[in-house]
């Protein structure tokens, strides 16, 4: 998988004497000739910004879309899900570290073309840019993205959030939904001490340019045991969503396994998420879910006025459909926030590269 990229020119930045200025992200990277921006991923040559990474292919899978998780968002289908190596974040817990904390630039060539190609060909809905950081390989996923609306494929981001409002707009014609990504439920001191980043106050903008710009958005919360799970920083983030998003945005609880740099700690105790809901339900929050957790009653989404099932899930597959073709409950008539409807027909998990 391993090959010289000479690299593409990037997009979003500036020339500063023999420096330049990259603005994709909040990092805001000041970056020196022959030298990288903190993602590892984009380099200064001769005062102009490359991206290394574009068409670098490090996984390409068929997954159902409950696994980014979005489960408001075409519920049912399969997106095609792709990614590189690099991150803007230095996640001491992350599971895909193996991707987003490589320094060497691997990935096999593939262009936008051939990507939604494949996507059509085994049988996906849309395209996902996850798996590490997607604000990274940003050139790429905006081309790629551009041709798949032009073929009906939905686009969709996983991201932590920290790309700039410039760069949200830019792609927001062709961005359908994104999962924007909390760990620590926001906390800064956990985000220095367990994330290298600074300030995570960043993040709350891009979720108001999301919704400006109207892309779906769904928002999750890794819960990390005794560093990560305070009830207060969840309260806070929830009352946040509720009064900037609406209470109609879908909230993930995610379920913390040992992993990375931490695997001294134990998973999160299930007692711990289902507590986190219960406030995150208090302070309004409509669509409240536990993740990792297959079969707990809180992967399933209930009415918001009368809690009527909705729809039955177990872990990433739906196993009962209980809404009305116009997306209200079949029981008080509710207006159930989902896009796009039921698919009811997923192509089998695959995976390309």
């Given at each position: 998988?391993?090959?010289?990229?000479?690299?593409?020119?990037?997009m979003f930045w500036k020339r500063m004497?023999?420096?330049?200025?990259?603005?994709?992200?909040?990092?805001?990277?000041?970056?020196?000739?022959?030298?990288?921006?903190?993602?590892?991923?984009?380099?200064?040559?001769?005062?102009?910004?490359?991206?290394?990474?574009?068409?670098?292919?490090?996984?390409?899978?068929?997954?159902?879309?409950?696994?980014?998780?979005?489960?408001?968002?075409?519920?049912?289908?399969?997106?095609?899900?792709?990614?590189?190596?690099?991150?803007?974040?230095?996640?001491?817990?992350?599971?895909?570290?193996?991707?987003?904390?490589?320094?060497?630039?691997?990935?096999?060539?593939?262009?936008?073309?051939?990507?939604?190609?494949?996507?059509?060909?085994?049988?996906?809905?849309?395209?996902?840019?996850?798996?590490?950081?997607?604000?990274?390989?940003?050139?790429?996923?905006?081309?790629?993205?551009?041709?798949?609306?032009?073929?009906?494929?939905?686009?969709?981001?996983?991201?932590?959030?920290?790309?700039?409002?410039?760069?949200?707009?830019?792609?927001?014609?062709?961005?359908?939904?994104?999962?924007?990504?909390?760990?620590?439920?926001?906390?800064?001191?956990?985000?220095?001490?367990?994330?290298?980043?600074?300030d995570p106050s960043p993040i709350y903008?891009?979720?108001?340019?999301?919704?400006?710009?109207?892309?779906?958005?769904?928002?999750?919360?890794?819960?990390?045991?005794?560093?990560?799970?305070?009830?207060?920083?969840?309260?806070?983030?929830?009352?946040?969503?509720?009064?900037?998003?609406?209470?109609?945005?879908?909230?993930?609880?995610?379920?913390?396994?040992?992993?990375?740099?931490?695997?001294?700690?134990?998973?999160?105790?299930?007692?711990?998420?289902?507590?986190?809901?219960?406030?995150?339900?208090?302070?309004?929050?409509?669509?409240?879910?536990?993740?990792?957790?297959?079969?707990?009653?809180?992967?399933?989404?209930?009415?918001?006025?009368?809690?009527?099932?909705?729809?039955?899930?177990?872990?990433?597959?739906?196993?009962?459909?209980?809404?009305?073709?116009?997306?209200?409950?079949?029981?008080?008539?509710?207006?159930?926030?989902?896009?796009?409807?039921?698919?009811?027909?997923?192509?089998?998990?695959?995976?390309?590269?």
């Amino acid at each position: 998988m391993r090959s010289e990229n000479k690299g593409k020119i990037a997009m979003f930045w500036k020339r500063m004497d023999s420096v330049v200025k990259c603005s994709l992200c909040y990092r805001m990277c000041t970056i020196k000739e022959g030298k990288r921006g903190f993602c590892g991923v984009r380099i200064n040559r001769n005062g102009t910004l490359y991206s290394l990474v574009y068409g670098k292919i490090t996984a390409a899978n068929i997954d159902p879309i409950e696994k980014k998780p979005l489960f408001h968002f075409h519920p049912g289908s399969s997106t095609f899900s792709i990614s590189t190596v690099g991150c803007n974040f230095r996640c001491q817990f992350c599971c895909n570290w193996v991707l987003s904390q490589e320094t060497e630039i691997i990935g096999r060539e593939v262009s936008p073309e051939t990507i939604v190609e494949w996507a059509l060909k085994y049988g996906a809905n849309g395209i996902s840019y996850t798996y590490n950081e997607p604000t990274v390989f940003y050139e790429f996923a905006y081309d790629t993205a551009k041709i798949a609306h032009s073929k009906n494929l939905y686009n969709t981001f996983v991201t932590n959030g920290y790309l700039t409002p410039e760069a949200i707009r830019e792609i927001a014609p062709y961005l359908d939904a994104a999962t924007v990504d909390f760990k620590g439920s926001g906390d800064a001191e956990f985000y220095r001490k367990f994330m290298s980043v600074p300030d995570p106050s960043p993040i709350y903008e891009s979720l108001l340019e999301l919704k400006r710009n109207k892309i779906f958005t769904e928002v999750t919360n890794l819960v990390v045991p005794q560093v990560g799970d305070d009830p207060d920083n969840l309260r806070k983030l929830a009352r946040w969503i509720v009064e900037n998003l609406g209470p109609e945005t879908p909230f993930h609880l995610i379920r913390f396994y040992p992993e990375y740099k931490m695997l001294d700690f134990n998973p999160t105790p299930i007692s711990t998420l289902e507590k986190l809901a219960s406030i995150a339900k208090s302070e309004g929050l409509q669509y409240v879910y536990i993740g990792n957790v297959p079969g707990h009653e809180l992967e399933n989404t209930y009415c918001p006025s009368c809690g009527e099932l909705l729809i039955a899930r177990y872990g990433f597959t739906i196993h009962k459909w209980n809404v009305k073709d116009d997306n209200r409950c079949p029981k008080c008539g509710e207006k159930i926030n989902i896009i796009g409807g039921y698919s009811g027909a997923r192509t089998s998990w695959l995976s390309i590269i």
